[in-house]
């Protein structure tokens, strides 16, 4: 099972981007968002499509419907630049895929 | 928030062996599912492995299967990755990956910072 990303993003500031993530049937599987800025670990942003972690801010939200799963960032911040990777488990394979990445610029 | 502490990064040659651990500094790691995942230097995050919380079940990603091996030590505190066979393309930040309690395979709700493995001649 692949999923798949745009390389590269921009958004300016106070903007709403939403970042997609594909795949086949994708709606029917969990999917998990990290955040990871440079130099960093990641960071679990959107678990089960749509729940956010505590901490989290409530301008991150997630959805997940046919072939695209999203990720919505309200009213971006400067903060907000980093990279983003979709995650879900195929149980087809028993293995764990990410997405490769989207590189976000807060213009 | 768990703290998750990785260590036995490197520089190795190609074909010999390392071994990864991670330990928790806040709380034991039982019953939790534990996950090892790679980034080599500016590419995007792969998943390596994963040992289930009771530490019978290991899953790994196709081009590690046969050279590494996950595990669980005895007393539970830690999570070892064994590399063997090392390659140029092992090269990466390896980091630990907690699963969220009561999943078997994601979403993984800590990470650790990471450690780094250099395979090169």
């Known amino acids: 099972y692949e999923v798949t990303q745009p390389p590269t993003m921009s958004v300016a500031p106070g903007q709403t981007t939403r970042i997609p993530c594909g795949g086949d049937?994708?709606?029917?599987?969990?999917v998990n968002w990290y955040q990871q800025r440079p130099g960093q670990a990641p960071i679990l942003i959107i678990s089960?499509?749509?729940d956010r972690p505590s901490g989290v801010p409530d301008r991150f939200s997630g959805s997940n419907s046919g072939n695209t799963a999203t990720l919505t960032i309200s009213r971006v911040e400067a903060g907000d630049e980093a990279d983003y990777f979709c995650?879900?488990?195929?149980?087809?394979?028993?293995?764990?895929?990410f997405g490769g990445g989207t590189k976000l610029t807060v213009l | 928030q768990v703290q998750l502490v990785e260590s036995g990064g490197g520089v190795v040659q190609p074909g010999r062996s390392l071994r990864l651990s991670c330990a928790a500094s806040?709380?034991?790691?039982?019953?939790?599912?534990l996950s090892w995942v790679r980034q080599a230097p500016g590419r995007g995050l792969e998943w390596v492995a994963t040992?289930?919380?009771?530490?019978?079940?290991?899953y790994y990603t196709d081009s590690v299967k046969g050279r590494f091996t996950v595990s669980r030590d005895n007393s539970d505190t830690t999570v070892n990755l064994q590399m063997n066979g090392l390659r140029p393309e092992d090269t990466a930040v390896y980091y630990c990956?907690?699963?969220?309690?009561?999943?078997?395979?994601?979403?993984?709700?800590?990470w650790g910072q990471g450690t780094l493995v250099s395979v090169s001649s």
């Open positions: 995650q879900l488990w195929d149980p087809g394979s028993d293995h764990v895929i």
């Open positions: 990956a907690k699963v969220k309690a009561g999943r078997r395979f994601t979403p993984f709700d800590s």
């Open positions: 049937n994708i709606e029917v599987k969990s």
């Open positions: 089960n499509d749509s």
């Open positions: 040992v289930s919380g009771d530490g019978k079940n290991k």
């Open positions: 806040t709380v034991t790691l039982t019953s939790f599912a």
